[in-house]
């Protein structure tokens, strides 16, 4: 039900666009949510916005680099991503849920199948 896509290869300091499309017909009623996982390492909270984007809240490692929205008509989320470091490599997923803020992977219902980000040094 939630596609994410977007994912690529790019240079340490390029920036990258991922998309979360849902074909689901509950997308404006969910809380949203971007988590990564890279070779080894548990699944990571990145990002998360609320229902009609008016709150976002990030993990410290990307603040201020990254940036959560979503397009309701479009039933679509976004992460753009800029200054990309090498740790930022990773599978990102996105997930939906009803739980404003969270950075729980548990609060997230369902799940995309995840789009592989790549940042070489």
Known sequence: QLQASGG?????GGSLRLSCADSGRTFNINVMGWFRQAPGK??????????FGLRTKYADSVKDRFTVSRDNAKSTM?????????????????GAGRKIDSENYDDYDYWGQGTLVTVSS
Do not use: H, N, W
């Open 8 to 12: 690529g290869l790019v240079q340490a």
């Open 78 to 94: 976004y992460l753009q991503m800029s200054s990309l470091k090498p740790e930022d490599t990773a599978v990102y997923y996105c």
């Open 42 to 51: 548990d699944r990571e909270f990145v990002a998360t916005i609320s229902r």
